[in-house]
């Protein structure tokens, strides 16, 4: 059924007229032109769609558009503040976190979520909570790395 949805998305708000049980997937790279949050398996399963919406991470591949009405949707778009990046971002490269980059928008929405929930976590933990997030270039090591280096950094949190 057609809607009429309104959330905010990364900061600012938008009305999407659309099929309400489309995957919001769909539309941020499609009706928003957002392309940070990437398409790879198409069942939840891997990760590398994975945004914030109400300060959960979630796939969405597998997120009906209904369901953010009203929400804040944070993509990997909106991560960087006023041209600077994230404390996050930054470990990322600082660590070479990435090889193809495919993975790498979903895997720090993740860690973004998980550090505001756990600001110093031990790295068995950063293990545990990453580990749903593939990447098949096997970058892992150094995400992790990555992860529990921001976590030193002021502001990791916010």
């Known amino acids: 059924m057609k809607s009429s949805i309104q959330f905010a998305l990364n900061g600012w708000p938008v009305t999407l007229n659309t099929d309400d049980d489309r995957m919001l997937l769909w539309a941020l790279r499609t009706d928003?032109?957002?392309?940070?949050?990437?398409?790879?398996?198409?069942?939840?399963?891997?990760?590398?769609?994975?945004?914030?919406?109400?300060?959960?991470?979630?796939?969405?591949?597998?997120?009906?558009?209904?369901?953010?009405?009203?929400?804040?949707?944070?993509?990997?778009?909106?991560?960087?503040?006023?041209?600077?990046?994230?404390?996050?971002?930054?470990?990322?490269?600082?660590?070479?976190?990435?090889?193809?980059?495919?993975?790498?928008?979903?895997?720090?929405?993740?860690?973004?979520?998980?550090?505001?929930?756990?600001p110093k976590p031990l790295r068995e933990a950063i293990v545990a909570h990453m580990e749903r997030n593939l990447c098949r270039c096997g970058a892992h090591q150094r995400i992790v790395e990555a992860i529990a280096s921001a976590s030193q950094a002021p502001g990791t949190s916010s």
């Open 32 to 118: 928003l032109e957002l392309t940070g949050t990437k398409y790879a398996c198409g069942e939840g399963i891997c990760g590398a769609c994975t945004v914030v919406v109400a300060g959960k991470a979630v796939r969405s591949c597998r997120t009906a558009l209904k369901t953010v009405a009203g929400k804040e949707v944070l993509t990997i778009e909106g991560l960087a503040r006023d041209g600077k990046l994230h404390a996050l971002q930054q470990a990322f490269i600082e660590h070479g976190a990435f090889q193809c980059g495919y993975c790498t928008s979903g895997m720090l929405l993740t860690a973004y979520v998980f550090l505001r929930e756990n």
